[in-house]
Protein backbone atom coordinates (compact mmCIF):
# COMPACT_ATOMS: atom_id res chain seq x y z
CA UNK A 1 0.00 0.00 0.00
CA UNK A 2 1.23 3.45 -0.47
CA UNK A 3 3.36 5.62 1.97
CA UNK A 4 2.03 9.39 3.05
CA UNK A 5 4.72 11.76 4.32
CA UNK A 6 3.21 14.65 6.28
CA UNK A 7 4.47 17.70 7.12
CA UNK A 8 4.99 19.22 9.37
CA UNK A 9 4.45 17.39 12.24
CA UNK A 10 3.43 19.43 14.49
CA UNK A 11 3.07 23.36 15.13
CA UNK A 12 2.24 26.22 17.02
CA UNK A 13 0.73 29.22 15.56
CA UNK A 14 -0.38 32.70 16.08
CA UNK A 15 -4.21 33.54 15.73
CA UNK A 16 -5.21 35.07 12.43
CA UNK A 17 -2.38 33.74 11.00
CA UNK A 18 -2.71 30.42 8.12
CA UNK A 19 -0.72 26.88 7.81
CA UNK A 20 -0.24 24.99 5.21
CA UNK A 21 -0.12 21.04 5.53
CA UNK A 22 1.39 19.14 2.64
CA UNK A 23 1.05 15.22 1.96
CA UNK A 24 3.29 13.74 -0.32
CA UNK A 25 2.59 9.70 -1.42
CA UNK A 26 5.12 7.41 -2.61
CA UNK A 27 2.67 6.18 -5.54
CA UNK A 28 0.26 7.61 -7.60
CA UNK A 29 -3.12 7.33 -5.89
CA UNK A 30 -6.54 9.25 -7.43
CA UNK A 31 -8.45 9.90 -4.31
CA UNK A 32 -7.12 11.82 -1.37
CA UNK A 33 -8.69 12.70 1.58
CA UNK A 34 -8.34 15.28 4.58
CA UNK A 35 -9.88 15.18 8.14
CA UNK A 36 -9.48 16.86 10.94
CA UNK A 37 -9.60 15.22 14.89
CA UNK A 38 -10.20 17.39 17.36
CA UNK A 39 -8.85 16.17 20.93
CA UNK A 40 -10.33 13.14 22.42
CA UNK A 41 -12.48 12.76 19.10
CA UNK A 42 -12.80 10.84 16.31
CA UNK A 43 -11.47 11.31 12.74
CA UNK A 44 -14.33 14.05 10.71
CA UNK A 45 -13.80 14.21 7.00
CA UNK A 46 -13.18 17.49 5.87
CA UNK A 47 -12.71 17.39 1.76
CA UNK A 48 -11.95 14.82 -0.88
CA UNK A 49 -9.44 16.00 -3.15
CA UNK A 50 -9.06 14.81 -6.52
CA UNK A 51 -6.61 15.49 -9.26
CA UNK A 52 -7.57 18.16 -11.74
CA UNK A 53 -10.63 19.15 -10.17
CA UNK A 54 -11.97 21.57 -7.28
CA UNK A 55 -12.05 19.72 -3.79
CA UNK A 56 -15.35 18.52 -2.45
CA UNK A 57 -15.93 19.81 1.09
CA UNK A 58 -18.24 18.29 3.52
CA UNK A 59 -20.85 20.08 5.42
CA UNK A 60 -19.83 22.56 7.65
CA UNK A 61 -16.48 23.02 6.12
CA UNK A 62 -15.79 25.68 3.57
CA UNK A 63 -13.01 26.40 0.85
CA UNK A 64 -12.25 29.79 2.35
CA UNK A 65 -11.42 28.37 5.18
CA UNK A 66 -9.69 25.07 4.12
CA UNK A 67 -8.28 25.85 0.48
CA UNK A 68 -6.68 22.67 -0.83
CA UNK A 69 -4.42 22.05 -3.50
CA UNK A 70 -3.98 18.79 -5.40
CA UNK A 71 -1.85 19.88 -8.70
CA UNK A 72 -0.91 15.81 -9.30
CA UNK A 73 -1.16 12.43 -8.24
CA UNK A 74 1.16 12.17 -5.67
CA UNK A 75 0.32 15.08 -3.43
CA UNK A 76 -2.01 17.70 -2.20
CA UNK A 77 -1.79 20.62 0.34
CA UNK A 78 -4.24 21.91 3.01
CA UNK A 79 -4.20 25.44 4.22
CA UNK A 80 -5.94 26.66 7.33
CA UNK A 81 -6.66 30.30 7.38
CA UNK A 82 -7.38 32.75 9.32
CA UNK A 83 -7.03 30.48 12.90
CA UNK A 84 -8.37 30.42 15.55
CA UNK A 85 -7.97 28.58 19.69
CA UNK A 86 -11.15 26.58 17.87
CA UNK A 87 -9.10 25.04 14.92
CA UNK A 88 -6.29 23.32 17.34
CA UNK A 89 -6.67 19.93 16.07
CA UNK A 90 -4.71 17.19 14.39
CA UNK A 91 -4.89 17.15 10.60
CA UNK A 92 -4.42 14.41 8.89
CA UNK A 93 -4.65 13.20 5.00
CA UNK A 94 -5.45 10.21 3.68
CA UNK A 95 -5.15 8.32 0.40
CA UNK A 96 -7.00 5.14 -1.15
CA UNK A 97 -10.17 3.44 -2.73
CA UNK A 98 -12.37 1.05 -1.16
CA UNK A 99 -9.86 -1.23 -0.89
CA UNK A 100 -7.54 0.46 1.38
CA UNK A 101 -6.13 3.65 2.51
CA UNK A 102 -2.92 4.96 3.82
CA UNK A 103 -2.94 7.81 6.51
CA UNK A 104 0.13 10.80 6.76
CA UNK A 105 1.20 10.81 10.73
CA UNK A 106 -0.72 13.74 10.94
CA UNK A 107 -0.17 17.38 12.44
CA UNK A 108 -0.48 18.48 15.75
CA UNK A 109 -1.85 22.36 15.65
CA UNK A 110 -2.05 24.40 18.35
CA UNK A 111 -3.36 28.12 17.97
CA UNK A 112 -2.34 30.03 20.67
CA UNK B 1 -24.88 8.34 2.12
CA UNK B 2 -22.86 6.03 4.92
CA UNK B 3 -22.56 5.86 8.14
CA UNK B 4 -20.70 3.85 11.28
CA UNK B 5 -22.24 3.84 14.71
CA UNK B 6 -19.75 2.02 17.58
CA UNK B 7 -22.27 1.29 20.25
CA UNK B 8 -19.95 1.47 23.33
CA UNK B 9 -17.58 4.36 23.61
CA UNK B 10 -15.90 2.84 26.19
CA UNK B 11 -15.41 -1.10 27.18
CA UNK B 12 -13.18 -2.20 30.06
CA UNK B 13 -11.80 -6.24 30.20
CA UNK B 14 -9.51 -7.60 32.27
CA UNK B 15 -6.27 -8.90 30.87
CA UNK B 16 -6.59 -12.44 29.15
CA UNK B 17 -10.36 -11.97 29.29
CA UNK B 18 -12.37 -11.85 25.86
CA UNK B 19 -12.82 -8.64 23.97
CA UNK B 20 -16.22 -7.54 21.72
CA UNK B 21 -16.16 -4.23 20.00
CA UNK B 22 -19.52 -3.61 18.68
CA UNK B 23 -19.96 -1.35 15.11
CA UNK B 24 -23.23 -1.18 13.06
CA UNK B 25 -23.15 0.49 9.41
CA UNK B 26 -25.18 2.14 7.34
CA UNK B 27 -24.62 1.87 3.10
CA UNK B 28 -26.45 2.11 0.17
CA UNK B 29 -23.84 0.38 -1.88
CA UNK B 30 -21.00 -2.34 -1.32
CA UNK B 31 -19.68 -1.47 1.72
CA UNK B 32 -15.79 -1.56 2.57
CA UNK B 33 -15.19 -1.81 6.16
CA UNK B 34 -12.55 -1.64 8.26
CA UNK B 35 -11.16 -0.95 11.89
CA UNK B 36 -8.02 1.06 13.11
CA UNK B 37 -6.63 1.16 16.21
CA UNK B 38 -4.98 4.16 17.07
CA UNK B 39 -2.41 3.98 20.77
CA UNK B 40 -2.04 7.30 22.51
CA UNK B 41 -0.19 10.06 20.50
CA UNK B 42 0.52 7.71 18.05
CA UNK B 43 -1.02 7.25 14.23
CA UNK B 44 -3.78 5.25 12.93
CA UNK B 45 -3.11 1.40 12.07
CA UNK B 46 -4.82 -0.82 10.26
CA UNK B 47 -6.30 -4.18 12.17
CA UNK B 48 -8.25 -5.72 9.30
CA UNK B 49 -10.31 -4.77 6.65
CA UNK B 50 -13.69 -6.51 4.69
CA UNK B 51 -13.81 -5.68 0.86
CA UNK B 52 -16.56 -8.82 0.06
CA UNK B 53 -14.05 -11.40 0.33
CA UNK B 54 -14.68 -14.08 3.25
CA UNK B 55 -17.17 -12.35 5.81
CA UNK B 56 -14.59 -13.80 9.02
CA UNK B 57 -11.70 -11.48 8.44
CA UNK B 58 -8.44 -11.91 10.27
CA UNK B 59 -5.97 -9.20 11.19
CA UNK B 60 -3.76 -8.11 13.20
CA UNK B 61 -2.29 -9.10 17.24
CA UNK B 62 -5.00 -11.39 16.91
CA UNK B 63 -8.08 -9.63 16.15
CA UNK B 64 -11.00 -10.85 14.29
CA UNK B 65 -14.02 -9.38 12.73
CA UNK B 66 -16.83 -10.77 11.10
CA UNK B 67 -19.38 -9.22 8.25
CA UNK B 68 -22.93 -9.94 8.96
CA UNK B 69 -24.64 -8.12 6.36
CA UNK B 70 -28.36 -9.15 7.89
CA UNK B 71 -27.62 -6.89 11.11
CA UNK B 72 -25.33 -4.95 9.41
CA UNK B 73 -22.35 -5.09 11.73
CA UNK B 74 -19.10 -5.28 11.79
CA UNK B 75 -17.91 -6.23 15.18
CA UNK B 76 -14.06 -7.03 16.07
CA UNK B 77 -13.26 -9.43 18.59
CA UNK B 78 -10.31 -11.23 20.38
CA UNK B 79 -10.21 -13.97 22.48
CA UNK B 80 -7.74 -12.96 25.10
CA UNK B 81 -6.81 -9.14 25.70
CA UNK B 82 -3.33 -8.25 26.26
CA UNK B 83 -2.15 -4.67 28.28
CA UNK B 84 -0.55 -3.69 24.84
CA UNK B 85 -4.37 -3.59 23.35
CA UNK B 86 -5.58 -0.15 25.64
CA UNK B 87 -5.78 2.02 22.81
CA UNK B 88 -8.78 3.57 20.69
CA UNK B 89 -10.52 1.87 18.11
CA UNK B 90 -12.55 2.78 15.18
CA UNK B 91 -14.84 1.30 12.44
CA UNK B 92 -14.66 2.99 9.27
CA UNK B 93 -16.89 2.38 6.20
CA UNK B 94 -16.55 3.14 2.98
CA UNK B 95 -18.77 2.93 -0.25
CA UNK B 96 -16.90 1.20 -2.81
CA UNK B 97 -18.88 1.79 -5.79
CA UNK B 98 -19.78 5.71 -4.57
CA UNK B 99 -17.00 8.09 -3.90
CA UNK B 100 -14.99 5.77 -1.75
CA UNK B 101 -14.55 8.01 0.95
CA UNK B 102 -14.29 6.72 4.28
CA UNK B 103 -16.31 7.60 7.33
CA UNK B 104 -14.97 7.03 10.48
CA UNK B 105 -17.05 5.52 14.00
CA UNK B 106 -17.10 7.79 17.18
CA UNK B 107 -14.27 5.65 18.34
CA UNK B 108 -14.25 3.15 21.04
CA UNK B 109 -12.10 3.64 23.88
CA UNK B 110 -10.84 0.02 25.31
CA UNK B 111 -9.23 -0.18 28.90
CA UNK B 112 -7.60 -3.81 30.16
CA UNK B 113 -7.55 -3.73 33.50
CA UNK B 114 -4.95 -6.03 35.54
Known amino acids: SAVISQKPSRDICQRGTSLTIQCQVD?????MFWYRQQPGQSLTLIAT?????????ESGFVIDKFPISRPNLTFSTLTVSNMSPEDSSIYLC?????????FGSGTRLTVV | AQSVTQLDSHVSVSEGTPVLLRCNYS??????LFWYVQHPNKGLQLLLK??????LVKGINGFEAEFKKSETSFHLTKPSAHMSDAAEYFC????????????FGKGTRLHILP
Open chain 1, 94 to 102: SAGRGYGYT
Open chain 1, 27 to 31: SQVTM
Open chain 1, 49 to 57: ANQGSEATY
Open chain 2, 27 to 32: SSYSPS
Open chain 2, 50 to 55: YTSAAT
Open chain 2, 92 to 103: VVSDRNRDDKII
